[in-house]
């Protein structure tokens, strides 16, 4: 999860759903 969300850095509504959802 941790390197989707910082994958994801740009988009913090994406990084929080996603980390949400996983």
Not at 1 to 22: A, E, K, R, Y
Request: aromatic content about 10%; overall charge negative.
């Amino acid at each position: 999860m941790l390197v989707i969300s910082g994958h994801l850095t740009v988009n913090s509504d994406m990084v929080i759903w996603l980390t949400f959802v996983l």
